[in-house]
């Protein structure tokens, strides 16, 4: 096989894993985002508690991610559709891809902290205090994120950061600090704790429900942790081996061009997956689930659609009554 087809090789394989997988990703990951939202906001049990308000943030800015960020790779580079190579279009989507980064490690991170917490002194924690610190999140990631849409630009049709010193920043600091090291140290270290707490504290006198919540949560959050880290080491290592070694070898660019295709796919899924996470840890969780999406809205919708068709069929019967009566 020649060069030239080797290379074509790997940049049509890395295309189709983008399109499709991306594409799948997509589509599951909104759904499930919406269904985190529905069951969390739904339920009474879950409305009024911090460690909830917290994976409430990140369904939502998890779906956020995956519509300014995926559908945009997947439209530039399945479909030839590239809007960032507008320059204010490329500085929004660096704006709301970063904020959605940073506010998503910063609720699990938070919702970690919080489950350990609860558990141990649970008069600590409240949803006013939840409140609080999100919206102290969300003002920093503001901040950064500003410094993402200032420094980047489109050069040469290719939305990239423009400024040699942030250009550092994002490679030593950024990368494997800011959204590495530092919030994966901190939602093992929490979630660690919380699991061992969480596994002595059934001895003690405690509420049946709270009990079952705490270890509900618990074991949702740790998973869900697990599934974050398993996510984002491949894309931080991978970032730091592209911004290290210099190349010209064509086949070794296509090659990590599909390598590249790969991680952020995979990357991606931290994002679609804490649905189908806490339904496969939880069978407490998938039947909240089913009471919600059928006892509570598919009831309300046949309520609705009964109400509807009776206000539609009642002035049919007085109109035929009155024709009758005036024959």
Request: with cysteine; hydrophobic share 50%; net charge positive.
């Amino acid at each position: 096989m020649s060069n030239s087809s080797i290379i074509l090789s790997y940049q049509f394989i890395g295309e189709k894993i983008t399109i499709y997988c991306g594409l799948f990703i997509l589509i599951t990951g909104v759904c499930g985002g919406i269904l985190n939202i529905l069951v969390f906001t739904t339920l009474k049990t879950f409305r009024n508690t911090s460690c909830v308000f917290y994976l409430i943030t990140a369904s939502i800015v998890d779906t956020a991610q995956l519509l300014t960020s995926l559908l945009v790779r997947i439209l530039s580079v399945g479909f030839l559709i590239d809007p960032t190579t507008i320059s204010w279009f490329c500085k929004t989507r660096m704006f709301f891809a970063q904020f959605s980064i940073l506010v998503a490690l910063g609720c699990m991170s938070l919702a970690t902290i919080d489950q350990f917490i609860s558990i141990n002194r649970r008069q600590l924690c409240s949803l006013q205090s939840a409140h609080r610190y999100i919206f102290i999140a969300c003002i920093m990631a503001i901040i950064h994120a500003i410094f993402f849409s200032i420094y980047h630009d489109t050069r040469s049709n290719v939305c990239t950061i423009i400024n040699p010193n942030f250009a550092k920043y994002y490679t030593y600091v950024y990368i494997p600090v800011v959204i590495g090291i530092l919030p994966i140290i901190t939602m093992i270290t929490f979630a660690s704790l919380a699991f061992i707490s969480i596994r002595t504290i059934a001895s003690c006198n405690i509420h049946i429900e709270r009990l079952g919540r705490d270890r509900q949560l618990t074991a949702m959050t740790l998973i869900y942790v697990v599934f974050i880290i398993i996510s984002n080491v491949p894309t931080i290592i991978f970032n730091i081996y592209l911004t290290t070694s210099v190349t010209t070898d064509k086949i070794l660019l296509a090659r990590n061009y599909l390598i590249v295709s790969i991680v952020v796919v995979f990357y991606y899924v931290q994002y679609a997956i804490p649905f189908y996470v806490f339904c496969c840890v939880s069978k407490r969780f998938r039947n909240q689930v089913i009471y919600v999406l059928i006892d509570v809205h598919f009831k309300r919708f046949q309520q609705a659609a009964n109400k509807l068709n009776n206000n539609q069929v009642t002035p049919g019967i007085e109109m035929n009554t009155l024709t009758n009566e005036s024959t």
